[in-house]
């Protein structure tokens, strides 16, 4: 341990902060001020207007010197905004950082004793005499450096994911691509064009797909799940399960002695399997055999036995012949990587749209999601890209679609927040009708029309320009005409205030995303917030929108709240560009909040290992007997086995107990001792 | 506010008057008195037409709920109550099992409708069915065609209601006695002859 600045006689300075009026509209900054200039200890107090400020900080730094202070102790706002500047503050004046202490007047106080200035001055005083307590007792800490494991890990493999691993990569930093899929792409790799530009989606994706493919940094590793992960901040040991894929890769068989061997792609076996099952990737409206790939971009170009249908026939083995690819003996495997740094592109599904039966999902043939639309109008989709109503196979001239189909939606049954693309690929949807379909109409039930980003309100134009109709109505409810299967949409024209009953040929829901089914599992293995809807929670929403609350841990993409393609790349550049600064530093340093073991104290009773929800703690043998050992750098200092040690024998730095106590006794005793 | 027009004619300042404002004449405490008697968050409504679209009096009438949600919200309680389009909701609750803000339209217009009965303002024919409840038990008493048709269905002439069982008409009359309801009704119907 460092060496120890030991408190002589703690001569301590108070600064108040007015924050303008955040705090001096409710707060009598002077009498807070003036009354801590008669606490004991307090050596200095003083006031100024914004603390934060260069002039603010330097009275920190002045008085130090000056009243040659032990502590210092700043009443303002919340620690989690100003902590930093304050320790800065105090490390210039030539103290240790760890010697300050901060009194929350403003969120905690004046904020919400807005119109009780009296109360709340009485709280701002009760607040600076409780820190003042416990910055007479704060000592000298040093903050430890652990090495950061020069590689990073990306989970998810779809445009966020890919842009993140390219992205590191790039920067030298050996990237592994951990994807549960065959194939990486993800959704963007199931649309057929992309707004505004309306570039086909595949064709500019294929491009990276290829790149993460062949790039020497990036070990891609598809059809792969996360099993467990355990370390911190520059060492996370990830365990993966590579799932039985029951085909080798050409450098897995060259690993099992069969020269020249491995899967080619060429699809031999996919010819002669005699088992057929609905394709998830195109949303089950086309056929897969049990051994297939989902599309003929893949990426690695790898065929993979679906082993939950295969029935072990080898007509595929014989078909594969020299190249011996397909061992239909595979099973899971389990490596573990170590990684510095990662970040989470979990994606999304969408809501089961089925839930809201008023609209008929999958019990009317005509109503589509507008992922259906997708492969539907999709030139590699399963009708070669014609449009046409799963009815009859008519192509279908009057098409209605419906915005906010479980967003914006209050009933449980449903999503309360916006899912923010629907409304530009309905846009786009509406444009490629018109484009595909001569004398097609679309029809746009919508609420608002939300084309926030950058050329999006001019697509609207445009797209209006075309000749699609927008009704201002949300949809009440779809019925089914028997034997047509033509759909009556209902709803209100609320600009008319006139409800219409429309027949339609077809209709597309455009159904509300909501957090891919992974990514609960593989938050709670990183050990991450989410938002109430199940998002994964960024550490601050505007200031810190990539990182998380899990040190060393990054998110890109829908994973964090529904976004499009711009803002999940947007988002993947700054969470790759985050997740490499820890990497490139080549160490953290971590808050030196750890347990330390009064080894004299210790029974060596081991209660407290086993406490440890961070796996901490060891029993050791020093000196002929057990005592506890604290792995520094995987304590978070959370203070449980220190409440719990019946010998009182865990010193919990920064948080000491005669520093708590200090504290209660100050709140308590209302400064009298 | 309506901009004050410094005409000099009296009578044209009456025919160029602004009469589409309507904030300034609006009452602030009308939708928080439909929200206490209905039980609803009324002022979230977000005016998607949800409820004018599954409403089955709309396509057959000039009545449209979410109009009077607007309203509400706007606090035109005059405009509202004097309203007859209130008296046309079926309460069939199809608004309410759809509305995405999860809120209850059709309790809403109830609370709008005795607001207004408290001002006197109701249809003839809603005080008739309070009569005839009073008297029967049923706002649709049974008659000859039903229990014909009830007897071919092999089925007791009265239902199993207070047609049956006038025992239990004191019980029910004590409840409307106790809200004035039948003493109303037949004063306004008397008023109104």
């Known amino acids: ?673 | 506010m309506a901009v004050k027009k410094d005409y000099k004619d009296q009578k044209l300042v009456e025919k160029l008057q602004d009469r589409n404002y309507y904030v300034s004449d609006s009452n602030p405490e009308f939708i928080k008195e439909v929200e206490r008697l209905g039980r609803t968050a009324a002022h979230m409504c977000y005016q998607c037409g949800t409820c004018t679209g599954s409403c089955p009096s709309a396509p057959r009438s000039s009545y449209r709920i979410r109009l009077f949600m607007r309203k509400a919200i706007l606090g035109l309680e005059e405009e509202v109550l004097t309203d007859p389009d209130l008296w046309l909701c079926t309460t069939c609750y199809s608004c309410t099992d759809r509305c995405p803000r999860n809120l209850a339209p059709t309790d809403a217009i109830m609370a709008m409708r005795n607001l207004a009965f408290k001002r006197d303002i109701v249809p003839r024919n809603f005080l008739k069915t309070v009569q005839a409840i009073y008297k029967t038990g049923h706002g649709v008493p049974n008659n000859d065609a039903n229990r014909a048709a009830r007897k071919k269905l092999g089925l007791d002439e009265e239902p199993e209601t207070t047609h049956k069982y006038p025992e239990y008409l004191p019980g029910l009359r004590k409840i409307i006695d106790h809200y004035k309801m039948k003493e109303k009704a037949d004063r306004i119907l008397a008023e109104g002859e």
Not at chain 1, 182 to 211: A, E, H, Y
Not at chain 1, 367 to 391: D, M, N, Y
């Open chain 1, 1 to 673: 341990m460092a060496e120890v600045k030991k408190n002589e006689e703690p001569r301590i300075g108070v600064f108040v902060c007015h924050c303008g009026t955040n705090i001096a509209g409710s707060i009598d900054v002077k009498a807070v001020m003036e009354y801590a200039q008669t606490l004991p200890n307090v050596a200095i107090a003083d006031d100024y207007q914004y603390m934060c400020s260069t002039p603010g900080q330097n009275k920190i730094a002045e008085a130090i010197a000056e009243h040659n202070l032990t502590g210092v102790v700043v009443a303002a706002c919340s620690p989690r905004l100003h902590e930093p500047t304050f320790r800065n503050a105090t490390a210039e004046g030539g103290l240790n950082p760890f010697r300050f202490e901060m009194a929350n007047i403003r969120e905690q106080n004046s904020w919400v004793h807005m119109h009780q200035p009296e109360e709340a001055t009485s709280k701002a005083k009760d607040a600076v005499r409780i820190a003042v307590a416990k910055a007479s007792l704060l000592e000298d800490l040093i903050p430890k450096s652990v090495p950061v494991e020069k590689a990073a890990m990306v989970v998810g493999g779809g445009v966020g994911g890919m842009q993140a691993a390219l992205d590191l990569a790039n920067a030298g930093i050996k990237t592994y691509l951990v994807e549960k899929n065959p194939t990486i792409g993800g959704r963007m790799s199931q649309l057929d064009k992309t707004f505004p530009t309306l570039d086909c989606s595949q064709c500019i994706l294929t491009p990276k797909m290829v790149d993460v493919y062949r790039h020497e940094g990036i070990e891609l590793l598809t059809y792969t799940e996360v099993e467990a992960v355990e370390g911190y901040i520059g060492n996370f040991d990830v365990t993966l399960r590579k799932k039985a894929r029951g085909v080798l890769t050409p450098a897995e068989a060259e690993a099992r002695g069969i020269v020249g061997g491995g899967c080619t792609g060429c699809g031999d076996c996919e010819a002669v399997c005699p088992v057929i099952k609905p394709n998830p990737f195109e949303l089950g409206m086309a056929p897969r055999k049990a051994v297939y790939i989902y599309h003929p971009q893949v990426s690695p170009l790898i065929y993979t036995v679906d082993f939950d249908a295969c029935v072990k026939c080898g007509l595929c083995v014989e078909a594969c012949g020299e190249k011996k690819a397909i061992d239909l003996d595979a099973e899971d495997e389990l490596i573990t990587v170590k990684v510095g740094t990662a970040i989470l592109a979990t994606g999304y599904d969408i809501f089961p749209i089925e839930k809201k039966f008023e609209w008929g999902y999958k019990n009317y043939d005509n109503v589509i999601t507008s992922l259906e639309f997708e492969r539907l109008i999709c030139a590699s989709g399963p009708t070669g890209g014609h449009l046409v109503r799963p009815s009859d196979g008519e192509t279908p001239k009057k098409v209605a679609f419906v915005l906010c189909a479980g967003s914006r939606d209050n009933t449980g049954v449903g999503k309360p927040y916006c899912s923010r693309f629907c409304c530009m690929y309905s846009l786009k949807h509406a444009h490629q009708i018109i484009e595909k379909i001569p004398g097609a109409v679309p029809y746009i039930f919508y609420m608002d029309i939300r084309s926030f980003g950058k050329m999006y309100e001019e697509f609207y134009y445009r797209i209006q320009d075309e000749g699609a109709k927008f009704i201002r109505g949300r949809v009440a409810n779809i019925t089914e005409d028997p034997v047509t299967k033509n759909l009556h949409v209902n709803a209100e024209d609320t600009l008319l205030g006139r409800p219409l009953d429309m027949e339609v040929d077809m209709v597309v829901l455009a159904a509300a995303v909501e957090p891919s089914a992974e990514t609960e599992k593989t938050r709670r293995l990183f050990g991450l917030s989410c938002s109430q809807d199940g998002w994964l929670l960024e550490a601050h929403p505007k200031l810190n929108p990539c990182g998380t609350t899990t040190a060393g841990v990054y998110l890109a993409g829908v994973c964090q709240g529904p976004k499009d393609i711009p803002d999940t790349v947007a988002q993947a550049e700054g969470a790759a560009s985050a997740a490499s600064i820890p990497i490139h530093k080549g160490e953290v340093e971590l808050e030196p909040y750890f347990a330390q073991c009064i080894e004299e104290k210790c029974a060596g009773c081991g209660l407290c290992v086993n406490l440890c929800p961070y796996g901490a703690l060891a029993l050791v043998e020093k000196d002929g007997r057990k005592v506890m050992q604290v792995t520094e750098a995987k304590c978070k200092g959370c203070g449980t086995c220190g409440g719990f040690c019946p010998g009182g024998a865990i010193w919990m730095q920064h948080f000491a107990t005669p520093q708590i106590v200090a504290q209660i006794d100050a709140f308590l005793l209302g400064g009298e001792q």
